[in-house]
Structures are given as structure tokens and as C-alpha cells.
């Protein structure tokens, strides 16, 4: 399991994240996935496009991260592409809660847009 | 023609990663079409994890996972079973519905998730164990 932080707007985090994002996945990068997005205090984009396997663990890490940045007034924006992704966000209904872009351009102007 | 996979998991997560990857990686050498594996592999996945958190197992050695899978013709069919407290995942409570962020609780999304996605899930108590069986078609 692997964390990226990638260039970004100042006021924006961009993170990619890669491989399995399962129990074990979730105890691995948890707590610098916190550190990334939530501690920063900025609105954030994660983008799970290169991610293999989302289990209901890596649900409640973004969901909890989410949760977090609405208390200081931030939002999250995540990146999905691809049916396995996809499918398990609609699966756990979290994608009614944080937005789900196609790709970076797109979560950038749910950002800029204000709340969807 | 049939071909299985079978082995006790010890209740400790990391176990469970290193035989889920053990499990994937058998399934593709028999050319399991891979939205099938990602299917047991869910859950696996969810089931398991579950179970390592919350059945309170049994100590010592009756405190494992029966893991079985079984290749058919045309299915894939996972078994889990343990010998944790009566437990009916089909009969688990559905998580409330999310209305806002600031509301909303993370946990208890996992068995509905499996259920969404391998809806043919059979449960059932023998010989004081929890046995789960879920089939997959083999190709899609």
C-alpha cells in the first residue's frame, strides 16, 4: 500500500493512493494518509485510480478523513476510474456523502465550484 | 472437473492478507476470470475480517477459520467457517442510511457491501460452527 502526495494548488492536498486498500492496507497507511489530508487542514483530492481493492476498512478510513476536514471546513474529492473502485463506493453508498470525479480536471472544478 | 483450495486461518489479520494473496494468486492459475476473483476476494476479505474482530474465536486450537474454495465448471464457492458465537451475516442489520457527512457513522458497511456484490450468499450453524458459503460464477 502506497501513499503519494502529489503537486498541487496552495490552497488544495493531492494525494494518490496505490495497491490494496484492505485491513491490512488500512493499518499500513492510516496514519500517513491522516497526516497527508487531514492534518493539513485544505481541501483535498484523493485519488484512488491506481487502486487494486477497496474493502469497507478503506471505506470508514476515507469516510472518518472526510468527516475531519468538514469539521475545519475543508471537502474531500475522490478519483475513480474503472468498475472494481467504483462499484465498491457505490456498494457502501459513500459516494452520496463525498464527490467522485472522473479524473483530476474534474475533481478541481467540484473544488472551485463550492459544494455540490 | 474440481479443484480446491483449503486451509485454517489463524485469527490474526495479517494471516488473513498473506492467504488472500495466497488464494488470488491459485485462482489465477486456474484462469478464474478476475471479476470472479475480485469477488471471493472481497469476501474473504470482509467475512473473515469480521470474524477475526468480532466473533471472540475460541482460544487456542479450536480458535481458527475454515477456508475452502472450490472450483467448478461454471463456479467458484468460498466456505468460511468458525466456531465464534451464532452468527447469520444474512440476517445482520442493514447500516442506517447516510443523510450527511457530519452524521454519518463508518462502521457496519461490510456485509452489506458482500452482500451487494456476491448476493449468493448461504448461511448456516453446524456442529456448533458458523459456516458461510458464497458462489460466484466462474466467468462473467
Redesign the interface.
Given at each position: 500500500m502506497n501513499l503519494r502526495v502529489l503537486e498541487a494548488p496552495p490552497t488544495q492536498v493531492h494525494v494518490a493512493l496505490d495497491g490494496r486498500l484492505d485491513t491490512a492496507g488500512v493499518d499500513a497507511i492510516e496514519v500517513k494518509f491522516n497526516a497527508a489530508v487531514v492534518a493539513r487542514r485544505k481541501d483535498a483530492v484523493v485519488d484512488l485510480s491506481a487502486l487494486e481493492f477497496l474493502s469497507s476498512m478503506g471505506v470508514r478510513m476515507l469516510l472518518l478523513a472526510a468527516k475531519a476536514l468538514e469539521r475545519t471546513g475543508q471537502r474531500m474529492v475522490l478519483v475513480a476510474r474503472g468498475p472494481v473502485i467504483s462499484t465498491a463506493l457505490q456498494h457502501s453508498a459513500i459516494d452520496e456523502l463525498i464527490p467522485v470525479a472522473q479524473d483530476l480536471d474534474q475533481a478541481r472544478a467540484i473544488l472551485a465550484g463550492g459544494r455540490p | 472437473m474440481r479443484s480446491t483450495f483449503e486451509q485454517r486461518l489463524t485469527a490474526d489479520?495479517?494471516a488473513?492478507?498473506a492467504l488472500?494473496a495466497e488464494l488470488r494468486a491459485w485462482l489465477a492459475l486456474h484462469g478464474v476470470d478476475p471479476q470472479a476473483v475480485?469477488g471471493i476476494?472481497?469476501a474473504l476479505?470482509?467475512l473473515a475480517?469480521n470474524c477475526i474482530r468480532h466473533a471472540q474465536l475460541p482460544s487456542g486450537a479450536q480458535g481458527w477459520i475454515g477456508v475452502r474454495v472450490e472450483l467448478t465448471r461454471d463456479a467458484v464457492e468460498l466456505r468460511l467457517d468458525d466456531g465464534g458465537a451464532p452468527f447469520d451475516p444474512t440476517r445482520a442489520p442493514a447500516p442506517p442510511?447516510?443523510s450527511?457527512?457530519?452524521s454519518?457513522t463508518?462502521?457496519g458497511?461490510?456485509l452489506?457491501?458482500v452482500l451487494?456484490?456476491t448476493p449468493d450468499l448461504r448461511y448456516e450453524r453446524v456442529n456448533e460452527r458458523n459456516v458461510v458459503r458464497v458462489r460466484v460464477p466462474r466467468a462473467h
Open positions: - | 489479520l495479517r488473513l492478507s488472500a475480485h476476494d472481497f476479505e470482509e475480517s442510511r447516510f450527511d457527512l457530519a454519518a463508518a462502521g458497511r461490510g452489506r457491501m451487494e456484490l
